[in-house]
């Protein structure tokens, strides 16, 4: 028992450094053990961030090539509103 205590009261005096660099050596190990999983999903949220811009970019593709029915639709009502009656709004 005295061991422990003399080990705890050991490591209660390390200095400031000394418990940063314990810290820094811990987290190093972490990111040792856990670089292929924080690996897995990096790429997996490149992927699907890259999918949401695929789609997008295709979405806006499609809608500008909707425009030009609009554009058809907005060229045969102005047709048929010049070959309508004339009334005095619209004369």
């Known amino acids: 028992?005295?061991?422990?205590?003399?080990?705890?009261?050991?490591?209660?005096a390390l200095s400031s450094a000394e418990k940063q660099l314990l810290r820094r050596k811990?987290?190093?190990?972490y990111w040792k053990r856990n670089a292929a999983r924080l690996r897995r999903r990096n790429v997996g949220t490149g992927l699907l961030i890259g999918a949401f811009?695929?789609?997008m970019f295709s979405y806006t593709i499609l809608?500008?090539?909707?425009?030009?029915?609009?554009?058809e639709l907005d060229e045969e009502?102005?047709?048929?509103?010049m070959r309508g009656p004339r009334t005095?709004?619209?004369?």
């Open 26 to 29: 811990q987290d190093l190990d």
């Open 1 to 12: 028992m005295a061991e422990k205590g003399a080990e705890e009261s050991a490591k209660g």
């Open 63 to 71: 809608s500008v090539k909707q425009e030009r029915v609009l554009e």
């Open 77 to 81: 009502a102005r047709i048929h509103i």
């Open 88 to 91: 005095g709004a619209n004369s």
């Open 53 to 55: 811009v695929v789609g």
